[in-house]
T-cell receptor, first 114, second 115 residues
């Protein structure tokens, strides 16, 4: 079964601290992996996208890693800010049936406190 | 430019009533997707439209759910005889093409509450 599992389910950190979110997947065939940020009441917004051959991708204070052998990804947030409080969703794409089918994780809810 | 828009932003309805949710994709985007996000759950694929091709309805949970896309642009998701388990946020996304490298852009969602 195609699944994406994320951990932890929720996380509280202090402003300025770093954190790492985890994603394990069992999706096949694999096309790419994205991390999305979803603010409360808003739609998800893409942070990074990685294909099979990419091990790491950065977007400002966000750095994503991908190990396609173990089917694991992580999102590292450096020097967290209050505005980082959101849900972070790991999404694995499989190109199936002629289109881009996304398999979503349940997300990690991050709260950054002052 | 304008992103994906959805209306209404919130909808409260009584059990058994029909509801219609609207999605305006980004102009020029040929692919349109509907998803459902229940509390504490990941997004669940519902239906996919691409141009004039027959839609992929494989994610629709029951025959009470249907969707149309008129003129290759605006889409309407209809839920008939709503049930309490239909309560969720319904998200629409569009992309320039269905190809795997093309980004899906999400709307803000419609929060549906069935009482």
């Amino acid at each position: 079964k195609n699944q994406v599992e994320q951990s932890p389910q929720s996380l509280i950190i202090l402003e300025g601290k770093n954190c790492t979110l985890q994603c394990n997947y069992t999706v096949s065939p694999f096309s790419n992996l994205r991390w999305y940020k979803q603010d409360t009441g808003r739609g998800p917004v893409s942070l990074t996208i990685m294909t099979f051959s990419e091990n790491t991708k950065s977007n400002g204070r966000y750095t994503a890693t991908l190990d396609a052998d173990t089917k694991q990804s992580s999102l590292h947030i450096t020097a967290s800010q209050l505005s980082d409080s959101a849900s972070y969703i790991c999404v694995v794409t499989m190109f199936s049936g002629g289109y881009n089918k996304l398999i979503f994780g349940a997300g990690t809810r991050l709260a950054v406190h002052p | 430019g304008a992103g994906v828009s959805q209306s209404p932003s919130n909808k409260v309805t009584e059990k058994g009533k029909d509801v219609e949710l609207r999605c305006d994709p980004i102009s020029g985007h040929t692919a349109l997707y509907w998803y459902r996000q229940s509390l504490g759950q990941g997004l669940e694929f519902l239906i996919y439209f691409q141009g004039n091709s027959a839609p992929d309805k494989s994610g629709l949970p029951s025959d009470r759910f249907s969707a149309e896309r008129t003129g290759g642009s605006v889409s309407t998701l209809t839920i008939q005889r709503t049930q309490q388990e239909d309560s969720a946020v319904y998200l629409c996304a569009s992309s320039l093409s269905p190809g795997f490298s093309y980004e899906q852009y999400f709307g803000p969602g419609t929060r549906l509450t069935v009482t």
